[in-house]
């Protein structure tokens, strides 16, 4: 049981809860419809609806990837601006039309290649406030001083930041610093250098739910400027996490500002960081969005408290499992309690109001759990006597106890209900965008792939040149240019695309069947087809190597037009040159993934892309795979296996494995094509296939370092109408050069068909 009086002891004030735009995270979302896009601005930001956050932060873009994708810099010169470019601040506007009220903060994560001095960096942020100003017609309340997570600069912030603003018209933009995830050294900075002091309005920190003493103590608002977004392949480890990290920030932080990243989860499920975030907005092609729990454990917050509320201090504690909050609206008497219990067995909470106006209000309960979100309870729920009330939460919830009205559960009048593959073929002939926009569906991980006008019309092309190249984020480097576009779950197609080289040296590069990207320099993990101004051209599953050849006719470069083609046809990858077939390989690694247009930093142009379905003599191969993850009850294991969460590596953030001898994975399916994907890695072991009872082989998974989503082992051409059954068996043997002998299962791709749940749907 947990007792609580809430006396008239009052902390501090609470000054919302919000979400960061950053990191080429929001760009999907951008791309759907303008229906659909108003649906999800209010699911995220109108009062009283949804997610209802209060406060949205913009990364100002550099063209680095800072973890899934880069965001455009608008200025990437001294003497170049385009403030349109990029997608954070639309989003802004957008939301800002949604709800007035929203706070606006700004934060840079990369430095352009330009910026050599104190004079260079205040120009970079004086154009971004004023371009936000002029052209969105918006104003930031809050603004970082220096690089997310990285150095801070104390000179600049106070020498010429902190002035510059008051001069140019921008004094009421406050600083909040330093955006650190390794503590409060920011206040412990600022103790000692009055001038520092009195810059910054509010120190923030990142992914910590405590806070010093001289943190604390120091009179300034504590933030906690950037922590989790919900993990979608829990709620307890997940959404209901995300709630006590809400709570816990205060009770042991005295945290009064909380921000989630990402804001949204728009950006590919192979990028890094993916599968997080309260509601996910990844298939624009379809209109189709989801909605995480998350978003509604963040209206049990946001829908009933507002900024300027006080928190009482005698009604915030939390044990192993729960967390509670009280805060009030010391202008209306208005109570709200937060109560969370993240725990396997009920918890009983006793409340004395006794004193508070709220003691003799009516009290409304609304309740979260896996099974139901954000439903208002009926009077049941709750035991009320003389100013005291009695709430027993069960396992694994949330509940808002309120004096409040008028919440509500956002519904939808448009989203599509089912998920839907992107439908081929497609064409786009990268001829129509607004200059200095991105294509639609394309989500950009190195450079800057944007709509240019020029003298043979519209054309999309790199931008980004060797002389501004920029500098990176602290934790990720900046791949060569590339960018993603189109459906995880393709699988046999052919994708072309005409392009052209300016300069006289460079290369372009045309990828598909990508379905993993890492947080490194190295190319995405698919297999990409490469050819160089020489007429030297590769064929690579990522950075291995899989066939090269030369041309002598026809280069690349001299200003002129050239046709790239890939053809996927189950195992036989292709790459074509205006027409004529170069190379031709036959490999398994990768069996589905998505589309990519590559080149070097330099100027490559590109047009009329076109995406289809390939033929197999007179028939169509199936474009689509249908693809569970190692967690779907239709996979059964025998023996020995362990279920690992959590890294975004594996798709949807699980991954199975085994090392024990004979520990068996069985799968039933129908279909023309299968494939078992799963981790190769140091400590992988070797397995025993059996396909309908015949000995396929043995599957060594060793490899020097890891290689995620990887098919450890690929059948195509079976009959389609039957029912089939793959069963590996873990192996005693491993290579030598093995630490140990791990199966990693991550999923199952079939082609053509179906998994078998159970005998009716033979």
Request: charged share 25%; with cysteine; net charge negative.
């Given at each position: 049981m947990?007792?609580m009086k809430?006396?008239l002891?009052?902390g501090?004030i609470?000054?919302g809860?919000g979400?960061?735009?950053?990191?080429g995270m929001s760009?999907?979302m951008?791309d759907y419809?303008p229906?659909q896009l108003s649906?999800?601005?209010?699911?995220l930001?109108?009062p009283?609806?949804?997610a209802?956050l209060?406060?949205?932060?913009?990364e100002?873009?550099?063209?680095?990837?800072?973890?899934s994708?880069?965001?455009?810099s608008?200025m990437?010169?001294?003497?170049?601006l385009?403030?349109?470019?990029?997608c954070?601040?639309p989003?802004a506007?957008?939301a800002?039309e949604?709800?007035p009220?929203?706070?606006l903060?700004?934060l840079?994560?990369?430095t352009?290649r330009?910026i050599?001095?104190d004079e260079?960096k205040?120009?970079?942020?004086?154009n971004?406030?004023r371009?936000?100003?002029?052209t969105?017609?918006?104003e930031?309340?809050?603004i970082?001083?220096?690089?997310?997570?990285g150095?801070?600069d104390?000179?600049?912030?106070?020498?010429?930041?902190g002035?510059g603003?008051?001069?140019?018209?921008f004094?009421?933009?406050?600083?909040?610093?330093?955006?650190?995830e390794?503590?409060?050294?920011i206040?412990?900075r600022?103790?000692i250098?009055?001038?520092?002091?009195?810059?910054i309005h509010?120190y923030g920190v990142?992914?910590t739910?405590?806070?010093?003493?001289?943190a604390?103590?120091?009179?300034?608002?504590?933030?906690l400027s950037?922590?989790?977004a919900?993990?979608?392949?829990s709620?307890s480890?997940?959404?209901?996490m995300i709630?006590?990290?809400i709570?816990?920030s205060?009770t042991?932080?005295?945290m009064?500002?909380?921000e989630?990243?990402?804001?949204?989860?728009?950006e590919?499920?192979?990028?890094p960081y993916?599968?997080?975030?309260?509601?996910?907005t990844?298939w624009?092609?379809s209109?189709?969005?989801?909605?995480?729990p998350?978003l509604w454990?963040?209206a049990?917050?946001?829908?009933?408290?507002q900024p300027?509320?006080?928190?009482?201090?005698?009604g915030?504690?939390r044990?192993?499992?729960?967390s509670?909050?009280?805060?009030?609206?010391?202008?209306t008497g208005?109570?709200?309690?937060?109560i969370?219990n993240n725990?396997?067995?009920?918890?009983?909470?006793?409340?004395?109001?006794t004193g508070?106006?709220?003691?003799?209000?009516?009290?409304?309960?609304w309740?979260?759990t896996?099974?139901?979100?954000?439903e208002?309870?009926?009077?049941q729920t709750?035991?009320?006597?003389?100013g005291k009330?009695?709430?027993?939460?069960?396992?694994y919830s949330?509940?808002?106890?309120?004096?409040?009205?008028?919440?509500?559960?956002g519904?939808?009048?448009?989203?599509?209900?089912?998920?839907?593959?992107?439908?081929?073929?497609?064409?786009?002939g990268?001829?129509?965008?607004?200059?200095?926009?991105?294509?639609?569906?394309?989500?950009?991980?190195?450079g800057?792939?944007?709509f240019?006008?020029?003298?043979?019309?519209?054309?999309?092309?790199?931008?980004?040149t060797?002389?501004?190249?920029?500098?990176?984020?602290?934790y990720?480097?900046t791949?060569?240019p590339?960018?993603?576009?189109g459906s995880?779950?393709?699988?046999?197609?052919e994708v072309?695309v005409d392009v052209?080289l300016?300069?006289?040296?460079?290369y372009?590069?045309?990828?598909?069947?990508?379905n993993?990207t890492?947080k490194?320099?190295?190319?995405p993990e698919?297999?990409?087809f490469?050819?160089?101004?020489?007429?030297?051209c590769e064929?690579?599953r990522?950075?291995d190597?899989?066939a090269?050849g030369?041309?002598?006719?026809g280069?690349?470069g001299?200003?002129?037009w050239?046709?790239?083609?890939?053809?996927?046809?189950?195992?036989t990858?292709?790459?074509?040159?205006?027409g004529?077939?170069l190379?031709e390989v036959?490999?398994?690694?990768i069996?589905s993934?998505q589309?990519s247009?590559?080149?070097?930093?330099h100027?490559l142009a590109y047009?009329?892309?076109?995406?289809?379905?390939?033929r197999n003599?007179?028939s169509i191969?199936p474009?689509?795979?249908?693809?569970?993850?190692?967690?779907d009850?239709?996979?059964?294991?025998?023996g020995?296996w362990?279920?690992?969460?959590g890294?975004?590596?594996?798709?949807?953030?699980?991954?199975?494995?085994?090392n024990?001898e004979?520990a068996?994975?069985v799968?039933?399916?129908?279909?023309?094509?299968?494939?078992?994907l799963g981790?190769?890695?140091?400590d992988g072991?070797?397995?025993?296939?059996?396909l309908?009872?015949?000995?396929?082989?043995?599957?060594?998974t060793?490899a020097?370092e890891?290689?995620?989503r990887?098919?450890?082992f690929?059948?195509?051409?079976?009959?389609?109408?039957?029912?089939h059954e793959l069963r590996?068996v873990?192996?005693?043997?491993?290579?030598?050069r093995s630490a140990d002998?791990?199966?990693?299962?991550?999923?199952?791709?079939?082609?053509?068909g179906?998994?078998i749940?159970?005998?009716e749907?033979?």
């Open positions: 947990i007792q809430v006396g002891r009052e501090r609470f000054e809860i979400g960061i735009t950053s990191n760009k999907l951008m419809s229906e649906e999800l601005m209010d699911l930001f109108r009283g609806y949804g209802s209060q406060h949205l932060k913009v100002i873009g550099s063209d680095v990837n800072t973890s994708g880069t965001e455009p608008h990437r010169s001294k003497d170049d385009d403030i349109t470019r990029g954070g601040l989003l506007k957008l800002k949604v709800n009220e929203l706070v903060e700004a840079r994560w990369g352009p330009w050599q001095n260079d205040w120009l970079f942020y004086l971004f406030l371009g936000a100003r002029e969105y017609g918006l930031f309340d809050f970082g001083p220096d690089i997310n997570e150095a801070f104390r000179d600049w912030a106070v020498n010429t930041l002035p603003l008051k001069q140019e018209g004094g009421h933009i406050r600083i909040v610093a330093d955006d650190s390794h503590g409060w050294d206040a412990d600022a103790a250098d009055k001038e520092l002091f009195e810059l509010a990142h992914y739910q405590e806070s010093t003493e001289t604390r103590s120091s009179g300034k608002p504590l933030w950037e922590d989790l919900s993990f979608r392949h709620f480890d997940g959404a209901l709630a006590r990290r709570s816990d205060y042991l932080g005295r009064v500002r909380f989630i990243h990402p804001l949204v989860e728009a590919y499920e192979n990028t993916n599968y997080k975030g309260i509601l996910v990844t624009p092609w209109g189709h969005y989801r909605i995480d998350g454990i963040i049990h917050y946001t829908q009933f408290i300027g509320w006080v928190y009482m201090d005698d915030c504690g044990s192993e499992y729960t509670h909050v009280t805060l009030q609206n010391k202008d208005d109570i709200s309690i937060v969370v725990g396997p067995e009920s918890v009983m909470f006793d409340c004395d109001l508070l106006p709220a003691s003799s209000r009516e009290l409304h309960v309740r979260t896996e099974a139901e979100q954000f208002l309870q009926s009077g709750l035991e009320r006597e003389q009330l009695r709430l027993n939460a069960v396992p949330i509940y808002t106890v309120t004096t409040t009205t008028g919440q509500c559960k519904c939808s009048g448009v989203m599509v209900e089912t998920s839907s593959s992107f439908p081929l073929p497609y064409e786009d990268l001829s129509s965008g607004r200059a200095g926009a991105n294509p639609r569906h394309t989500t950009d991980q190195g800057a792939f944007e240019v006008s020029g003298e043979m019309g519209i054309y999309l092309q790199q931008q980004v060797a002389a501004q190249i920029p500098v990176d984020w602290t990720r480097r791949p060569e590339y960018t993603l576009l995880l779950e393709w699988a046999n197609y072309s052209r300016e300069s006289e040296y460079g372009a590069m045309l990828g598909g069947r990508v993993y890492d490194s320099v190295r190319p698919g297999y990409l490469i050819m160089r101004h020489d007429g030297g064929l690579r990522g950075v190597s899989l090269y030369r041309i002598s006719e280069l690349l001299n200003d002129e050239h046709r790239m083609k890939l053809t996927f046809a189950d195992k990858i292709a790459a074509w040159w205006n004529t077939k190379l036959e490999d398994t690694e069996s993934g589309v247009l590559g080149s070097g930093y100027h047009r009329n892309l076109r995406i289809e379905p390939i003599g007179e191969l474009v689509d795979c249908s693809r569970v993850i190692d967690t009850s239709a996979l059964l294991y025998k020995q362990t279920l690992k969460k890294d975004f590596n594996g798709f949807a953030r699980t991954m199975t494995h085994s024990e004979g068996i994975l799968v039933r399916f129908q279909g023309s094509g299968i494939s078992l981790k190769r890695a140091p072991g070797m397995a025993d296939i059996f309908n009872g015949v000995n396929e082989g043995t599957i060594d060793y020097p890891a290689k995620y990887r098919s450890l690929s059948k195509y051409g079976l009959e389609s109408g039957r029912t590996l873990v192996s005693s043997g491993r290579n030598p002998r791990q199966i990693y299962a991550d999923a199952v791709e079939i082609i053509g179906t998994l749940r159970n005998k749907d033979e």
